[in-house]
């Protein structure tokens, strides 16, 4: 099973990705590295949701 986490890490990932993207195509500096924070954040809440989804593959606990 996929955590929440996992799913709304991803969402951020990706809107970061178009963030900075729209950010580099106007020449927004501050834009661009908003997104690439995003896109930062959201690989983290990502990877926090596979490691608790793991644990609890582990463990047993559902």
């Known amino acids: 099973m996929v955590d929440k986490n996992e799913i ?6 990706l809107g970061g ?3 900075s ?3 580099r195509a106007t ?3 501050e834009m661009e590295a908003d997104g690439k924070l995003d896109q ?3 690989k983290t809440q990502k990877n ?5 989804d793991a644990v609890k593959d ?3 606990a559902h």
Do not use: I, S
């Not at 926090?48 to 608790?52: L, M």
């Open 27 to 29: 020449g927004d500096r």
């Open 8 to 13: 709304k890490g991803a969402a951020k990932e």
């Open 17 to 19: 990705k178009v963030k």
């Open 40 to 42: 930062v954040e959201g």
């Open 58 to 60: 582990q463990t047993g």
């Open 48 to 52: 926090y949701g596979k490691v608790k």
């Open 21 to 23: 993207a729209a950010g």
